[in-house]
């Protein structure tokens, strides 16, 4: 079973920027997506990268904003957040799948990280 480690939130104001980081316990080949949920809402996709990294998939609302990388070799996924807004604020899980998806849900997901929080205020 993978372990997987969210680190890097915080409290930051409006347009600064943070970078996530998600360690899994074990080299793995699945994608690897982060999700967010803000208080009292359905969490949502934010952004994923294939095992190998050659394929990304992100979210309207952050596209241009976010990016999200991969060190295969420090089993490690990236989330480089710019441009940050107040509703961005939510807590930011890493999960990952066995397959890539055309919508990544959270159904779709086999791990889960405990999330961090990000909080961007005005």
Known sequence: QVQLA????GLVQAGDSLRLSCA??????????????????????VAAISW???????????KGRFTISRDIGKNTVYLQMNSLKP?????????????????FSPANMNYWGKGTLVTVSS
Request: a negative charge.
């Open 6 to 9: 969210e680190s890097g939130g």
């Open 87 to 103: 509703e961005d604020t939510a807590v930011y899980y890493c999960a990952t799948s066995r397959y890539w998806w055309l919508n």
């Open 52 to 62: 190998s990294g050659a394929s990304t998939s992100t979210a309207d609302s952050v």
């Open 24 to 45: 899994a316990s074990e080299r793995n080949d699945y994608a690897m997506a982060w999700f967010r949920q803000a208080p009292g809402k359905e969490r949502e996709f």
